[in-house]
């Protein structure tokens, strides 16, 4: 009999990549005897090597190498030769939709994320919304890998052993952790505007903690050239904080320290879900978004997204990619820098 070998599927951006991870991880320890290889971009590969020992990476350069049908088709030939018995595709676009075609031709086992697109349309329309909690990506993700013949019980903490990554990777200048210590991450960018807390406001933010707690250390993470210049910045003007990018090299790195920190100030964005990963807490700071579209962090808590519930006009995108209804941004800027503070203290005194 044909050992069980399945293909999961997922590109796209960094942070819907991560939350496939909890996913993998449940199957792999709850099926030790299938084989999982598990396709992505090439950034991906620290969620996953060392996840379990029957979870194998397959990177997938979709703008170089496997662009265009050419290179759909070359991927295809690539993944026939291993042998798969079963495809679960977690992403559900036009890339994966050939694939999928592909193996169905070839007479396998297929299935593909339902991403209950009507459900969040009904929830961020500008009037008359639906307020529903729609389907978590986890749950969407899982329901495939039930339809394929292995259902999954969640259950995930960190990539890393509880004692977290290993600090002695990194450069000396981030040392070893006191026991005394509290060391916060901030990471105040998002790949959208309608996600994004103003940047003036998160340096109040900064300012308040670094003021109101001396001793901690304040971690600033992004990674385009213009957030490294602010970052900067603001830790030339706050010496309690440290550019991550400026000292560490890569994700595997940034993964490691995150393990460490005792809470993450995110956006919603790939920085709440790769902190979620390494078991951290994450405060999430949410405008045009809304929990409810599905994107939570992995077992983050719901007291720990500030957001403004009292805007009628929120949810107005599931990815905070659309113009502001009202022009005034009042999601984002009706956020006291206060409320954040507020919530990050009383969540580590809890």
Known sequence: MKTPHILIIRFSAMGDIAMTVPIVYSLAKQYPNVRISVLSRPFARPFFQGLASNVCFMEADLK???????????????????????????????????????????????????????GKKLLCREENKVFIQQPTSFQNYADVLKELGYPIKLEFTSIFPPEGGDLQRLPNIIGN???????????????????????????????????????????????????????????????????????????????????????????????????????????????????????????????????????????????????????DFACMNNILPEEIVRRLEEGLHS
């Not at 679960?88 to 075609?101: C, E, G, K, Q, Y």
């Not at 006191?178 to 309608?194: L, T």
């Not at 300012?207 to 600033?220: A, G």
């Open 64 to 118: 170089g190498e496997y662009k265009g049908l050419t290179g759909l088709n070359k991927l295809y030939r690539r993944l026939v030769a291993k042998q798969f018995t079963d495809i679960a595709d977690l992403h559900n676009v036009l890339r994966t939709r050939f694939l999928r075609f592909r193996f169905l031709l070839g007479g396998y086992s297929v299935a593909h994320i339902n991403k209950h697109k009507q």
């Open 177 to 327: 952790k006191q026991k005394e210590e509290c060391w916060i991450g901030i990471a105040p960018f998002a790949a959208h505007a309608g996600k994004m807390y103003p940047q003036d406001k998160m340096e109040l933010v900064i300012r308040k903690l670094t003021e109101q707690h001396p001793s901690w250390r304040l971690f600033l993470f992004g990674g385009g050239k213009e957030e490294i210049e602010v970052l900067n910045r603001w830790a030339t003007q706050y010496p309690q904080c440290l550019c991550v990018a400026s000292v560490l090299k890569g994700l595997e790195q940034e993964l490691i320290l995150m393990s460490h920190l005792d809470t993450m100030v995110s956006m919603d964005s790939a920085n709440m879900h790769l902190a979620s990963l390494t078991g951290t807490r994450v405060v999430s700071v949410w405008g045009a978004t809304h929990p409810y579209c599905g994107f939570m962090g992995w077992q983050q808590k719901e007291e720990d997204a500030v957001q403004i519930n009292t805007l009628s006009c929120r949810p107005c995108s599931v990815f905070g990619n659309r113009p502001c209804h009202r022009g």
